[in-house]
C-alpha cells in the first residue's frame, strides 16, 4: 500500500543548508566488453564520452557518458576530470580487463531478475517516444516493454549490451499517465 501524504510528510524533511550543493552526479554499471556498451551508449542512445581513466592496478577502465555538448568539453586534461565530475547525470561503465574474451564470464546481475529483484533501471527522457522507439527498432535494440503495453502506457523499457534496463520517457506521457499525482 503507498504512503498517505500525513505518513510522507512525517518522514520527508526540508534539505540540511549543509547538502548545497550537492547533487546526483552518476551512477555506474559494469560492463563485459567496452567496445560494445560504447557503441551502445554513444551511437544508439546519443551520449557523449566525456571521460576516460584507468585504473592499472586494478585493471579497469572507467568511462563517463552524459549528454553534453562536444564543444563545451574541456581538452586540458586534468580541466576536463574537474568538469566531468561536475555534471549532473553521468553514466560511468566500468570494464574489467579480459572479461569481453573470457569465455567463463557470464556477465553481470542487472537486479531485474526476478530472483534478486534489486537495482532496477535509468530514465532516459526523449522528445518523441514513438519516434525513438522506432529507431531502437530499426537498431535492433531489445525492449522490454513497448510503449503502450506495460502498466504504464506512456512509457517504454529497453536493454542495454549488459542486460541494464533504460527506462525511455517522455515529460508529457508521465504526466498524462499519473495526471492526479503531485
Known amino acids: 500500500m503507498?504512503?498517505?501524504?500525513?505518513?510522507?510528510?512525517?518522514?520527508c524533511s526540508e534539505p540540511d543548508p549543509a547538502t548545497a550543493g550537492t547533487h546526483?552526479?552518476?551512477?555506474?554499471?559494469?560492463?563485459?566488453?567496452?567496445?560494445?556498451?560504447?557503441?551502445?551508449?554513444?551511437?544508439?542512445?546519443?551520449m557523449q564520452l566525456l571521460k576516460r581513466l584507468h585504473l592499472q592496478e586494478a585493471k579497469v577502465s572507467l568511462y563517463l557518458l552524459g549528454f553534453e555538448d562536444a564543444a563545451d568539453?574541456?581538452?586540458?586534461?586534468k580541466e576536463r576530470t574537474r568538469?566531468?565530475?561536475?555534471?549532473?547525470?553521468?553514466?560511468?561503465?566500468?570494464h574489467k580487463w579480459g572479461t569481453e574474451s573470457d569465455p567463463k564470464f557470464t556477465g553481470y546481475c542487472s537486479g531485474n531478475d526476478p530472483a534478486s529483484n534489486g537495482y532496477?533501471?535509468?530514465?532516459?527522457?526523449?522528445?518523441?517516444?514513438?519516434?525513438?522507439?522506432?529507431?531502437?527498432?530499426?537498431l535492433g535494440v531489445e525492449?522490454?516493454?513497448?510503449?503502450?503495453?506495460?502498466?504504464?502506457k506512456g512509457i517504454?523499457?529497453?536493454?542495454?549490451?549488459?542486460?541494464?534496463?533504460?527506462?525511455?520517457?517522455?515529460?508529457?506521457?508521465?504526466?498524462?499517465?499519473?495526471?492526479e499525482v503531485d
Do not use: N
Not at 24 to 46: C, E, I, N, P
Not at 120 to 138: N, S, Y
Not at 143 to 152: A, I, Q, R
Open 2 to 11: 503507498s504512503l498517505t501524504d500525513e505518513e510522507i510528510a512525517a518522514v
Open 24 to 46: 546526483l552526479q552518476h551512477t555506474m554499471y559494469r560492463v563485459k566488453d567496452a567496445k560494445v556498451s560504447l557503441d551502445f551508449y554513444t551511437r544508439v542512445l546519443g
Open 73 to 77: 568539453i574541456p581538452s586540458d586534461p
Open 83 to 94: 568538469w566531468c565530475f561536475g555534471r549532473r547525470a553521468v553514466v560511468e561503465l566500468a
Open 120 to 138: 532496477g533501471h535509468i530514465a532516459l527522457h526523449v522528445t518523441d517516444l514513438k519516434a525513438a522507439c522506432e529507431r531502437f527498432e530499426r
Open 143 to 152: 525492449f522490454v516493454v513497448k510503449p503502450g503495453t506495460g502498466l504504464v
Open 156 to 179: 517504454a523499457f529497453i536493454k542495454d549490451p549488459d542486460g541494464y534496463w533504460i527506462e525511455i520517457l517522455t515529460a508529457d506521457g508521465v504526466a498524462d499517465t499519473f495526471p
